[in-house]
DNA sequence: GGCCGAGTAATCAAACTTGACTAGTCGCGC
DNA sequence: GCGCGACTAGTCAAGTTTGATTACTCGGCC
């Protein structure tokens, strides 16, 4: 699961800066044990896989009190990774924990970038409820009949999944959040993390 | 994941004993690897770890064409098993990969035992959309806007799945669908796996 | 008759997740 | 002045998942 990784890189970059404890911290805030499923061991391993990509540098920090610390800081590589990822949660259908990692990240993308993607998820949920409407006229007869009946499960899903897609964005052409390329964001603000290590 | 325990197991028992390319066409058959995104190693894996918890059996055919294959088959305790994680995943909500599994593997259940336990799923939901009703009223301000406005789109996916278990609750108690007490169950029928071994 | 691609059947190492466990500090009541 | 629970910070072994790879058969066609 790739959410996981881009909570934890996510996390590190709006905190500018952040050892394990404080990520694992924030994501219990944000109630993301529930809909990210993560647990503190996934965290620490996310965070170690990600400083040895060369998505973190990580500094020793001398245990003044309690033991030792790492900080972890997100390199440029790092800061285009997220974004990568939260593109793809966006596109990608059937990948809930995904989407919701990418909509807590929402902000470190452009406005129109966000649009796009959003708009790209809409056409692929669109897509899929016709395709599914033609399977239903032509089920295969080798599958058992409540099998089939799932089908109207996914496909209420899906339906409320457009909606919602739809309203949100809606509500980004509309001004809502403040993104990437909005003043007062990440990007705007002066950013300790343009620095390279 | 016990999804995939489940699946495996389930399709050992409906086919009365398969070896494990069966229940991974099986299960290719059933489209599982989109909605329960099963890969080939984890079958396997599934397949043996059961076998060592004493819920499948093992039989080595020798390769009379073709390489070495084990024939499984499912013992007393592993039907047990099935229908508690059946009435699992019907009961818990939050696990969407569950709840397909355990649809499709519903007819292992008694009509009433399953319409017992989707109703606990409709309480559970419905408890859940009015404790999200309240939160909304009154968020925590240290989260960001955006990903307060995610709820909106936990609260649609949980008053679809609402609607369809209340409809999948009533068809049953019209006699939908062919139960474990139903003639010409698995249940009924005369029943290879009865046996142990 | 020999080779190629499709189907059958499975293994394996590497990566990832999990839950339980360790270990230190800090304040507070007795 | 000490024991206890809560908080901070993290490690570790065991279990699971994944994707790549192996290996064998069979039918067809050049």
Known sequence: MSATK??????????????????????????????????PGS??????????????????????????????????????EIVELVRDGLRRTHDPTMLDASIAMLPMLTRADAIAHINERVARLEAELVHQAK????????????????????????????????????????GAYTMADDPGSWRTAPDPLQMRF
Chains 1, 2 share one sequence.
Not at 60 to 71: F, T
Not at 147 to 162: F, K, S, Y
């Open 43 to 80: 965290i620490y391993h996310a965070l170690k896989k990600a400083a040895a990509d060369g998505l973190l540098t990580e500094h020793a920090e001398p245990g003044n009190s309690g033991p030792e610390r790492v900080l972890y800081r997100v390199t440029a590589q790092g800061r285009d």
């Open 135 to 174: 399977w239903r006229e032509h089920p295969d007869r080798d599958i058992p009949e409540h099998v089939r009946d799932q089908a109207e499960l996914w496909a209420g899903h899906a339906r409320t999944e457009l909606e919602w897609a739809k309203r949100l964005s809606k509500r980004l052409s509309e």
């Open 6 to 39: 881009l909570l934890v890189l996510g996390i590190v970059h709006l905190s500018g800066g952040a050892h394990g404890y404080q990520v694992r911290s924030e994501l219990q805030n944000w109630r993301a044990e529930i809909w990210a499923k993560i647990k």
